[in-house]
């Protein structure tokens, strides 16, 4: 088993910036894709980023240029960037993990975190 725990949420203004980290523990996950979703009160959970063992990068088209995964895999650990933040950013994030490539949809993830709150005020 993988568990996995999001920190760094919080309240931010338009145009502000945060920083999510995400700690990996239980089962080694050498070779896990892990990546961001974020799911919004009356949306579906949606893919935001995603990044592969050897560091490769996906991003959703709504957060290029904004937002930068990166991943430290000596201490289990992954983290979005989030910068000139949007009120239409607001969402509940969460981390997940799944063994092999980056996967788009929620569906192809094994392990998720319980989420961080993320809200953009305008």
């Known amino acids: 088993q993988v568990q996995l725990e999001e920190s760094g949420g919080g309240l931010v203004q338009a145009g502000g910036s945060l920083r999510l980290a995400c700690a990996a523990s239980g089962r080694t996950i050498s070779g896990y894709a892990r990546a961001w979703f974020r799911h919004a009160p009356g949306k579906e959970r949606e893919f935001v980023a995603g990044i592969g063992w050897t560091a490769a990068t996906y991003y959703a088209d709504s957060v290029k240029g904004r937002f930068t995964i990166s991943r430290d895999n000596a201490k289990n650990m992954v983290y979005l960037q989030m910068n000139s933040m949007r009120p239409e950013d607001t969402a509940v994030y969460y981390c997940?993990?799944?063994?092999?490539?980056?996967?788009?949809?929620?569906?192809?993830?094994?392990?998720w975190g319980l989420g961080t709150q993320v809200t953009v005020s305008s």
């Open positions: 997940a993990a799944r063994f092999g490539v980056v996967g788009g949809g929620p569906n192809e993830y094994d392990y």
